[in-house]
Every structure is written in structure tokens, then in C-alpha cells.
């Protein structure tokens, strides 16, 4: 500053009186200049004492830490012998679960071994068992992905021997699920009932009135099943050799071609009822 002033007052040419008086000025409003910004920035005094700023890695440790004797709080001072002060991020990654958020979520409702959180604090292991999905066969929501652990099982099967459909596509169908002892099907409901497209009849489970479909010219011999739902033929009825001209007889199969009538031995055989069953079962 004493050189700024003094090359101003060889230049200037200013006596040594009025230079006295310039120095003297310019240390008053520089001093109250510097006052001014001291006064704005604030008060040198602390607002309180000194405390933790952010979270150390031991303190995340110990918050993961949830075995008894977990210490809360930690100093600064020396214990005494030298030793490790901080656990490193390896000690941190292996104490931490591998665990699913879930809060509120009773262990019932988590599948069985699975680590998971009710809160912010609270850890917890699921305990139910896992329960199959089960979606039609051409589904294609769970493409890609498993249930249960176990890779592109959408479902389950029907257990009927042979059969490729699931119990998800008897639902999507229309039927229900039966269990017959040997397998599993799907049982329909209905009138006049054949197994919808792209079903097969499981054996002849079926629920076939007796004689209610076809019959002579007369009315007599309709074929028909056994009735009640069960795994057994139909019987179909139908014209053998020619026996008489005569009319109607229950013992024959009788006809009339506009001129006469006849008789014919009766044929039985047995039958699937698809297309006349009111229950039928199809895998």
C-alpha cells in the first residue's frame, strides 16, 4: 500500500503535507471497508459443539448388524491396544442380506427361505410354501420365466395318460378339473356334449342317458348309455339281417320304405355317446 501511495505521489507531483493526509484517509475507509464484510460474514462463535457430519462405514455395519451387543455409539479415543478401527465395504457387503422389500408382509405370505424386510428395520425369513400358477398352455405371460424354480412350467398338467393339456386350459374350456383315480381330466357340463376342439375323450368317462338317441322307424331300440357319470360305453343299436315283413315289434328293429313294413334282427355295440352325453370327460 506505502509503495502504491508513494509512486502515485511521484507521479502526481503531490507534497509531502497532502500526502500525509491522502495515506491517512485511505487506511480509514479501507479499515471500515474490511469492518463492513468482517460484520456481514457472520459471528466467529460456534452454534453449538462439534458433532458427526455423516455416517462412518462402521456405522452402517453395525446398523446391519442385528446379533445382540451391536454397539449404538463410538468413540473417538483409543481403547487401548492398537487395532482395526473401521470395518472395510467387504466386511459391510457380507453381513448385508439378500433380501426383498416387503413391508407389512407376514412371513406366511414370503415363499419359504426367502430373506426380506417388514420395515426399515425388522428382518424377517418367509415361511410358505410356493404354490404352482397355473396358466392355459398358450399363455404367454410367464414366457421366459419360472415358477416355482422350475424353468417354462406354466402350469399343471392334466395326468390322464396321454394328455398335453393343463389344468388352466380345462377353466379357460369351460369345464373343471376331476380326479378319476387313474389321471386327472377335464369334466364338461351340457347337452349333446363332444369334447371341444382339440380334446380327446379320456376313455369313455362320460354321462350318457340310457336309450336316448336314434331308434327303428318305430321308436324302439334307441342306443344310449349307461347312465350316471362313469368310464363306460355307450351302447349303439342299429338294423341286422331281414327276418319279416311285419310291423312294429320292440324285439326288432322295424322299418317302412313308404310300402311295407319289416323287421331286422337288432345289432348292439358298444360305443362312445360324444354328441349326446350331458357330462363327458376329455384330456
Not at 76 to 93: L, V
Not at 212 to 222: E, M
Request: aromatic share 10%; hydrophobic share 30%; charged share 15%.
Amino acid at each position: 500500500m506505502q509503495k502504491i501511495f508513494q509512486k502515485a505521489k511521484n507521479t502526481l507531483k503531490i507534497s509531502s503535507r497532502n500526502y500525509k493526509v491522502l495515506v491517512a484517509l485511505s487506511s480509514v475507509v479501507v479499515t471500515a471497508a474490511v469492518g463492513y464484510f468482517i460484520t456481514q460474514a457472520g459471528t466467529f462463535t460456534p452454534p453449538g459443539a462439534p458433532a458427526d457430519t455423516w455416517h462412518t462405514l462402521d456405522d452402517i455395519y453395525h446398523r446391519l448388524d442385528k446379533t445382540a451387543g451391536a454397539p449404538t455409539s463410538y468413540e473417538i479415543d483409543s481403547p487401548g491396544a492398537p487395532g482395526a478401527t473401521m470395518h472395510t465395504t467387504e466386511d459391510i457387503y457380507t453381513i448385508t442380506p439378500n433380501f426383498r422389500t416387503a413391508p407389512g408382509t407376514a412371513e406366511t405370505n414370503v415363499k419359504a427361505g426367502e430373506n426380506y424386510y417388514k420395515d426399515s428395520s425388522t428382518f424377517s425369513v418367509g415361511t410358505a410354501n410356493c404354490v404352482q400358477v397355473d396358466l392355459p398352455t398358450n399363455s404367454t405371460i410367464l414366457t421366459g420365466t419360472t415358477i416355482c424354480g422350475v424353468p417354462g412350467t406354466f402350469g399343471t398338467l392334466l395326468t390322464w395318460p396321454g394328455s398335453t393339456k393343463r389344468k388352466a386350459d380345462c377353466g379357460e374350456a369351460g369345464g373343471i378339473v376331476y380326479d378319476t383315480g387313474s389321471g386327472t381330466i377335464c369334466r364338461f357340463y351340457g347337452t349333446n356334449l363332444s369334447c371341444p376342439s382339440g380334446w380327446t375323450q379320456a376313455g369313455n368317462w362320460a354321462n350318457c342317458p340310457p336309450n336316448s338317441w336314434g331308434g327303428d322307424w318305430c321308436g324302439n331300440n334307441k342306443s344310449g348309455g349307461p347312465g350316471g357319470w362313469q368310464n363306460a360305453s355307450a351302447t349303439c343299436k342299429s338294423g341286422g339281417s331281414w327276418v319279416v315283413n311285419a310291423s312294429c315289434n320292440a324285439s326288432s328293429w322295424g322299418t317302412w320304405d313308404g310300402y311295407m313294413w319289416s323287421r331286422y334282427t337288432i345289432v348292439s355295440t358298444a360305443c362312445s355317446c360324444a354328441g349326446h352325453a350331458i357330462e363327458i370327460g376329455c384330456r
